[in-house]
Structure formats: structure tokens, C-alpha cells
Antibody
Framework: EVQLVESGGGLVKPGGSLRLSCAAS????????MNWVRQAPGKGLEWVSS????????YYADSVKGRFTISRDNAKNSLYLQMNSLRAEDTAVYYC???????????WGQGTLVTVSS | QPVLTQSSSASASLGSSVKLTCTLS???????IAWHQQQPGKAPRYLMK???????NKGSGVPDRFSGSSSGADRYLTISNLQSEDEADYYC?????????FGTGTKVTVL
């Protein structure tokens, strides 16, 4: 069974930093591209970033480019999101998700809440 | 990149059917999309991949009540024999030019 478990969320002040982690199991992690998707309170889904299986290709939404860094450790079956210069509008539940055919998202984690507030 | 347009809400009675629409923007009518369901307070769940031909592949454990179809730039999700647990937000999603795009979501209410 595919499992994606996010951690690292919490309360952080504007301008601060946070690192999210996603522990993957139940599939060959090194074979799939991975993603971060977020959802602000009461809002829809917003794609944040994607990373290919070997980390060769990395993409970001314009809203986080230059502030967030996605990475992965295939030896540890883990995905990360380093978030710097956080803003109030980054407040959201952050989901880790695995892509499949045509790069569409097939599996989702349960999410971790990030709150940016003074 | 494509834009996915969804109506904000839909409602139908218990046991009836509801058909949701996701419309691809001009120039993107052939794109493959995915439908996801998000029940209140829960993470999204993949429902199916849907092609422009109308062919669809559902995720593991998705009930037979859920089906997909297509017409031109429109991608449809039909829920038959509507159940109370189908009350949720439904999002369409696609990928293009190294960007992932979501529709704004349709909130389904079961009357």
C-alpha cells in the first residue's frame, strides 16, 4: 500500500523558514516524480513544486520561485520542501503527492499545516 | 498553459445522478486530466484519469458509481446513485509545460 506521510509543519513568523518532509513507503520511491501541493484555508488546491525521479528536473509555481526549494533523498525514500522568506499567504495545508502516468497525481499524503503569523 | 474551468457548486438528491464539468481552455482540448475528490476535512483522493476520447481509468477502490466521459474540450465526472459520502469538493487537474494546473473545484451537495 502506498503511504505518504508529511511532517514538519507548524507556526512560523513572517520571514521565517520551515522544512517539510514526506516519508514514502509501499512503492519504489526512486522511480517516480514527486510533488508538493498546498491548500490555503477554505481555498482550492494549488501546485507548489515538482521533482523528477532522479532530481534532474525541478519545477516551481511562480508564487514560490526563489523562496522554496524541493529536494529528495532516494536512499531514505524521502521528499523535502525547504521554505524560506515565508509570508502570511503561504499559510496552508501542504500535501505530498506522487505522480504517475502523464504526470497526473495518483497518491496523496494526509497533509501538514503551515501557519505563518506573527 | 491550460486553464481548467469548473462550476462552483452542484447539488442532487440522494440516489440520483450528478454530472460535473471541467472545461479545458482554447488550444488544449485534447489534454488528459485527472479527477480528485476531497471530502470535508480530508486529503484529496484520486478518482480517475480521463482522456479526450472519453476513455477513463479509475483508481483502486473507486466505486462503480463514478464514471467519466468527454466531449470536445469538456471532461465530465458523473456520479450515479449519489450517496451521502459523495458530498465533497471535486477538482480536475492536468500537467503541461512543466506546470501543474488545478480547476477551482466543484462543491457537491447531496440533498
Amino acid at each position: 500500500e502506498v503511504q505518504l506521510v508529511e511532517s514538519g509543519g507548524g507556526l512560523v513568523k513572517p520571514g521565517g523558514s520551515l522544512r517539510l518532509s514526506c516519508a514514502a513507503s509501499g512503492f519504489t520511491f526512486s522511480s517516480y516524480s514527486m510533488n508538493w501541493v498546498r491548500q490555503a484555508p477554505g481555498k482550492g488546491l494549488e501546485w507548489v513544486s515538482s521533482i523528477s525521479s532522479s532530481s534532474s528536473y525541478i519545477y516551481y509555481a511562480d508564487s514560490v520561485k526563489g523562496r522554496f526549494t524541493i529536494s529528495r533523498d532516494n536512499a531514505k525514500n524521502s521528499l523535502y520542501l525547504q521554505m524560506n522568506s515565508l509570508r502570511a499567504e503561504d499559510t496552508a495545508v501542504y500535501y505530498c503527492a506522487r505522480a504517475a502516468e502523464y504526470q497526473l497525481l495518483l497518491h496523496w499524503g494526509q497533509g501538514t499545516l503551515v501557519t505563518v503569523s506573527s | 498553459q491550460p486553464v481548467l474551468t469548473q462550476s462552483s457548486s452542484a447539488s442532487a438528491s440522494l440516489g440520483s445522478s450528478v454530472k460535473l464539468t471541467c472545461t479545458l481552455s482554447s488550444g488544449h482540448s485534447s489534454y488528459i486530466i485527472a479527477w480528485h475528490q476531497q471530502q470535508p476535512g480530508k486529503a484529496p483522493r484520486y478518482l480517475m484519469k480521463l482522456e479526450g476520447s472519453g476513455s477513463y481509468n479509475k483508481g483502486s477502490g473507486v466505486p462503480d458509481r463514478f464514471s467519466g466521459s468527454s466531449s470536445g474540450a469538456d471532461r465530465y465526472l458523473t456520479i450515479s446513485n449519489l450517496q451521502s459520502e459523495d458530498e465533497a469538493d471535486y477538482y480536475c487537474e492536468t500537467w503541461d509545460s512543466n506546470t501543474r494546473v488545478f480547476g477551482t473545484g466543484t462543491k457537491v451537495t447531496v440533498l
